[in-house]
């Protein structure tokens, strides 16, 4: 069987944010896998889309990556070719999503999976929660097994999808069923090492970009550092929660230390919609050139319990979203230098557009992890 490979035509659809600048989005053209695989050492890490037909991997790729709305996912063609997705989001998030037909025999000698897996980071296997998953399980156990031999440091990640049709009781209990099937598998084949992450997810709400966003951090070896920035700005700041976004696919690449609940990561979310589209709407200049997102992209939001959302451009791509009492807001002057601190930090992590990659791991060419530059000021509520 011989695998044809299919590049983005026209992938760039921001439907609502059209006017997003055109290095915004994501998406350059890539060479040819054949190609790749000749100088395999330096191409960008893969996050593999696999799971059986109709499963719903395409879907989660357009929606994701290209804001489709979810509705129009039900008009798409099954995929027959893999198709390569190059997400260059952010100075930082920097791969290749590769979205493989459902009807593909891994396992045809003609199929180079070798050169695959090799240069994989994370293999997602999507499950379709609403149909009946016991062949799919037989394809995860194959898939991940043998993926494993190949490469052991690949991430195996469990979308247990279309969750939206599943009463809440149902949905534990899928999930529960699916993770002990799949790991009694694995121990029947001695492969216990293998750990296997599960989500539920669907794309007819936030938790497939919740998902995602836990595959992504789990690629970005310098979460740590980002997690230990974020947690210092908030917690001389008196902000509650905060979340380092990717503004285009609204992935959060790092948050603080206190547990996610998804009401706070659903409000972020929409707060930057709101913030993109007026921007697009009422934002550029009157010959329509200039940027929805720039340096000078700020917003403050009171909503009326009391709560204020704050939105801030860190760089390029990258957006801080925060959300703290009003009180806490009083201190403004201290939040905005503690922020102007986070941010430098934040640059000096990443130097902007230097990255290379290796081992499948996200990786800046040149980064300073210490944290000892970082100067936040916490005098009683005054700025310093
Ligand atoms: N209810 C529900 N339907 C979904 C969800 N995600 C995808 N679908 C639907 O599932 C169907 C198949 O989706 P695709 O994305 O084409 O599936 P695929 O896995 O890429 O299919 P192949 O290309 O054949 O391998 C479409 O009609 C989608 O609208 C979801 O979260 N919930």
Redesign the pocket.
């Known amino acids: 069987m011989s695998i044809q490979y299919e590049e983005p035509a026209l992938a760039r659809n921001y439907g609502v944010v059209d006017s997003f600048p055109k290095d915004f989005g994501y998406g350059v053209e890539e060479p040819d896998i054949e190609e790749e695989s000749t100088t395999s050492g330096d191409s960008k890490p893969r996050i593999l889309l696999m799971?059986l037909?109709?499963?719903?991997?395409?879907?989660?790729q357009k929606v994701v990556f290209h804001k489709m709305s979810p509705n129009e996912?039900?008009f798409?063609e099954?995929?027959n070719k893999i198709y390569k997705d190059d997400i260059s989001s952010s100075s930082f998030v920097n791969f290749q999503i590769w979205?493989f037909?459902?009807q593909v025999d891994f396992f045809d000698p003609t199929f180079d999976y070798e050169m695959i897996f090799r240069g994989t980071g994370a293999l997602i296997f999507?499950i379709d929660a609403?149909d009946d998953y016991v062949e799919a399980l037989g394809r995860l156990h194959l898939t991940v097994s043998r993926a494993y031999r190949v490469n052991p440091e690949i991430n195996f990640e469990v979308f247990i999808?279309?969750v939206?049709?599943l009463s809440d009781d149902h949905k534990i209990e899928t999930q529960r069923d699916v993770h002990q099937r799949a790991n009694d598998d694995l121990a029947d084949a001695s492969l216990e090492k293998l750990h296997l992450s599960f989500y539920l997810?669907?794309?007819?709400d936030h938790s497939?970009f919740e998902a995602f966003s836990k595959v992504v951090q789990k690629l970005i070896p310098q979460l740590p550092t980002l997690e230990n920035l974020v947690n210092i700005f908030i917690s001389n700041s008196g902000i509650e929660k905060a979340f380092l976004f990717d503004v285009v696919s609204k992935i959060y690449i790092a948050t603080d230390s206190s547990p996610v609940d998804m009401q706070s990561y659903e409000l972020c979310c929409d707060m930057i919609d709101v913030v993109i589209d007026v921007s697009c709407i009422y934002g550029l200049r009157e010959d329509g050139n200039g940027s929805a997102y720039d340096k000078e992209s700020l917003a403050i939001i009171k909503l009326n319990n009391t709560t204020i959302l704050y939105l801030k451009e860190v760089t390029k791509f990258l957006a801080l979203v925060c959300i703290l009492r009003e009180e806490s807001f009083e201190k403004k002057g201290l939040i905005d230098y503690n922020f102007h601190c986070f941010r430098k930090a934040i640059q000096e992590v990443f130097e902007v557009g230097s990255l290379t990659q290796r081992t499948g791991r996200l990786q800046p060419s040149s980064s300073n992890n210490s944290l000892s530059s970082v100067k936040i000021g916490v005098l009683n509520g005054s700025a310093v």
């Open positions: 799971g037909r109709r499963s719903g991997k395409s879907s989660i996912t039900l798409l099954s995929t979205d037909p459902g999507v609403q999808h279309k939206d049709g997810t669907s794309i007819y497939i």
